[in-house]
Structures are given as structure tokens and as C-alpha cells.
């Protein structure tokens, strides 16, 4: 069963907003296969319901068909809590297009009366084959004040921890945070493999990351008029830096926003990279493919 999960401190008007909403019709496939390498498959069938409307014996099975059909063939299902992360587990051992991460929100850790036990349950879960990622986990100084600062950089150093021991890719989630971001990777000693979900700086932001080895993955955000330090931070990255998502059902890419996301919509932010980059569509599609291999290894 689907469990009914959203980001830790989503409003109840927000969600009703998107509910309300119906999914956008397919963008033009891509000349070859990419991976979302970032969506919230379990937020999606439960709040946003299944692209193309009606009931479906498997919502899942939907919305991976859906999007294999416009050259998306691999989804990485990102957990924000122990609930969602044994969901996100059992669902990757169900469908081979799938790949599971596995973590506590940023958002999510000062929520706990037992942090411990809750790291304690990521760990568990992070031994099981089909999980390559710990994420997403990190720091966010949008929606948690600097009550709960304290809690967020203990949960993100375990996070780290637990992908050195178990060799997996850190999937991160910064929000206003990118300078201690940085500090805790410096401190801690950063993973073979890190990404920056959602990524959210500027072009000196941009630098930092390429430095230091880590891939930068671009939303639909990207493909927003507003996003002009965005797209000029994708520009300098080099292109086996670049990862794209949807972290569906949020962040739906122009000429779409404010509507549900899903994976199958992944080629129009594909495509607004390679026209931000300079890149040949079919030599990008290309590129993040095996970034994403690199990253997650084999489906």
C-alpha cells in the first residue's frame, strides 16, 4: 500500500493546491534514455494521483510506463522518513526500472522524540541491495528555525556516516544552507559520491561543488524565467557533473509549473539544460546516463 507521505512541512492548502491540479501531457521523447534521478513516487499516486487519470491496479507501474515512453527508463525513489525509506526499499525490489534511497529529511529529524532509533532504521535499511543512495538528508534553514539547527546537523553527520559504511552515493537536500552544508562535508569528510539534489546556488556555489568532485543535479527549476543564477551555475558545470530530477511531484518544469510532476516529464528539463549548456541533446542524454550508472550502479 501507497503510504501517504510529503514533504515533513508541506501545508495542508499546498497540497489541496496541487491535488487540484491535473498532469500536463507528454513532451516529445528524448533520442535516448536518461533516469529521474530524484522523484517521490509514493507523494505522487498519493496526493497527486496517476497521470492520465483513472483507477490502476499499480499506480507505480503507471507512471514508470509513462515515463519509459518519453525515453525516461530509471527512477530513483528518494525517502524523507523510515516510513517512506522501507517503502521506497520494498518498491525497488518490485520493479526493476527502480532504485531506492534512503534517509531522514533535514526537516523531518527535529521532529523525532528518537533520533537514534530513526538512524538506527535508515542503517538497517541501507544494507539492502536494490538502496544506492542515503538521501535525502542535509540542511534546511527555510522551514526549520535555529531550534531546530542542532538536530538537523547531528541526523546529516549520521546520514554521512552511514554512506561511508555502506559505500553508497549521499543525496542531499540544501536549502539556504549551502555555506554549513559545506563545512559539515569539510568536517565530516565527504563520500566518494555526492549529490546535490535540487541544486539551488549560484555560479560561486556551482564552482565550490565542481571542485570538490560533486554531482549537481538540476530540477525544473532550471526551465524557470526567474532562474537566471540557476542556469548560469548549469552552464560552468562539466557535463559528467550533471544529474537531472523531477522531485516529483514538486517543481514541475515551464511551461508546466505549478502543475503535478512526474518522471515522464524529465525531457523538458533535459532539454532546457542542453540549450543553458551549449550541450548537443543527444550527447547529454548520453552524459547523464552514465552519470547515473556511475552513481547508482547498475539497475
Not at 569539510?186 to 561543488?209: K, Q
Request: proline share 7%; hydrophobic share 40%; charged share 25%.
Amino acid at each position: 500500500m501507497l503510504s501517504l507521505m510529503s514533504e515533513p512541512t508541506e501545508s495542508r492548502r499546498e497540497r489541496a493546491a496541487r491535488r487540484a491540479g491535473e498532469f500536463p501531457p507528454a513532451p516529445e521523447p528524448l533520442p535516448r534514455p536518461v533516469l529521474d534521478s530524484h522523484t517521490h513516487l509514493d507523494i505522487t499516486v498519493s496526493e497527486a494521483g496517476v497521470p492520465g487519470g483513472g483507477p490502476a491496479d499499480d499506480p507505480v507501474a503507471v507512471v514508470i510506463d509513462l515515463a519509459a515512453k518519453v525515453g525516461v527508463d530509471r527512477l530513483v525513489q528518494v525517502g524523507v522518513d523510515v516510513t517512506s525509506s522501507r517503502w521506497g526499499a520494498d518498491t525497488a525490489d518490485r520493479h526493476p526500472a527502480v532504485l531506492a534511497t534512503v534517509a531522514l529529511h533535514p526537516n523531518e529529524a527535529p521532529r523525532l522524540a528518537d533520533l537514534d532509533e530513526a538512524l538506527r532504521e535508515i542503517e538497517s535499511l541501507a544494507a539492502r541491495d536494490r538502496v544506492r543512495g542515503i538521501g535525502e538528508t542535509g540542511m534546511d534553514f527555510f522551514r526549520t528555525g535555529e531550534e531546530g539547527r542542532a538536530a538537523q546537523e547531528e541526523s546529516f553527520r549520521a546520514h554521512i556516516a552511514i554512506a561511508k559504511r555502506y559505500g553508497r552515493a549521499l543525496v542531499i537536500h540544501d536549502r539556504d544552507a549551502h555555506a554549513d552544508v559545506l563545512r559539515i562535508l569539510d568536517d565530516e569528510g565527504a563520500p566518494d559520491t555526492v549529490v546535490l539534489h535540487c541544486f539551488s546556488g549560484d555560479a560561486d556555489f556551482a564552482r565550490e561543488c565542481v571542485r570538490r568532485g560533486y554531482l549537481l543535479s538540476f530540477a525544473g527549476t532550471v526551465t524557470f524565467g526567474s532562474a537566471t543564477a540557476l542556469r548560469e551555475a548549469a552552464a560552468l558545470t562539466p557535463v559528467d557533473q550533471i544529474l537531472v530530477e523531477t522531485d516529483a511531484p514538486y517543481l514541475t518544469p515551464t511551461p508546466h509549473r505549478g502543475r503535478p510532476n512526474a518522471s515522464y516529464l524529465i525531457p523538458l528539463t533535459v532539454r532546457s539544460l542542453a540549450a543553458t549548456t551549449g550541450t548537443d541533446l543527444d550527447e547529454l542524454c548520453a552524459a547523464i546516463s552514465a552519470t547515473g550508472d556511475r552513481v547508482f550502479g547498475p539497475w
